[in-house]
């Protein structure tokens, strides 16, 4: 079925942008009053975009099928939702158990409360994890391709190549913890790929899920790159990282809205992430991992 593409009207685009601008003001401004001031704005703009639409903002008692406009308000509490739960931990890296157990509670919840809420209390399902991709029914999942492939092995040079010049010459790699045994690296490699597999769940599949159902892709895409580059900002990627994070964020949604595939987005942020452990193990200990271009 061929997906309808929602319009771009001006006070539901207004009531996105404010809620998503909670998320600069949330990790990188670090003021968490302004955060919630822009999330309380969006869904009020939001219940004004609704209400004027004439669209249901309570959802119905007994479900009826999907809606035909489904409610902005509802959407964007989700988001504010996942972004509330965010912001009740810090984001700097740290790798002892108190550190990983918070991220592990804050940042599952954020993904996993709003799945919950959409699903049993607003019964309309707007956040899901399609490992595999969607496909018509009674026609076979689609199997990665040549550009599937080589798209990977893409990542993995692009990554070689920047990622050394990035961390060393910038020196953000001291935004994460000195990794110097093997405990520390295996804990730095298991928080890098668990951050990396959760950045999917959040980005693509609830905030890019979310504006999907109301706005253009163009429009949609914008809009969960810039809480995905704001939550990256916090968590490390400083000086000039949004140069490269901008178009990973914006690539990783065009690549989920052609495949569906949340598994394949996941694949792509792994292999990208495997470069990033192993540069700021390098960049921490230059006798390891010494396969890199050095930076200037």
């Given amino acids: 079925m061929t997906r309808a593409v929602p319009q771009l009207a001006a006070l539901p685009l207004v009531a996105a942008l404010l809620a998503v601008l909670a998320a600069p003001a949330f990790f990188v401004a670090e003021l968490p009053w302004l955060g919630f001031a822009l999330l309380l704005a969006g869904l009020a703009v939001a219940w004004l975009a609704d209400t004027r639409a004439g669209i249901p903002i309570l959802p119905a008692r007994a479900p009826q099928g999907p809606e035909r406009v489904p409610s902005l308000t509802r959407d964007l509490s989700l988001i504010a939702l996942g972004l509330a739960i965010i912001r009740t931990i810090p984001l700097a890296a740290e790798l002892d158990n108190l550190a990983m157990l918070r991220f592990t509670l804050a940042l599952g919840g954020a993904v996993l409360v709003p799945y919950l ?59 994460w913890p000195q990794v110097d045994t093997p405990d520390l690296i295996g804990r730095l490699f298991l928080g890098v790929g668990a951050v990396g597999i959760w950045d999917e769940l959040f980005f693509i599949c609830t905030v890019f899920a979310v504006m999907l159902r109301h706005f253009p892709v163009w429009a949609a895409n914008a809009l969960q790159a810039i809480v995905f580059v704001a939550f990256l900002w916090e968590l490390g990627y400083r000086a000039w990282g949004p140069m490269l994070t901008i178009p990973f964020a914006l690539v990783q949604g065009f690549i989920f809205l052609r495949t569906r595939s949340l598994g394949y987005v996941v694949t792509v942020h792994l292999l990208f992430d495997a470069v990033v452990f192993a540069v700021l193990v390098h960049a921490h200990n230059p006798a390891l991992f010494n396969v890199f271009p050095t930076a200037p």
């Fill in 117 to 175: 809420v959409s699903r049993f209390l607003y019964r309309d399902r707007a956040t899901g994890f399609p490992w595999r991709g969607e496909h018509e029914a009674g026609q076979p999942r689609r199997r990665w391709g040549v550009l599937h492939w080589s798209w990977l092995v893409g990542v993995l040079v692009i990554g070689w190549l920047l990622l050394p010049f990035y961390f060393i010459s910038s020196g953000v790699y001291t935004n």
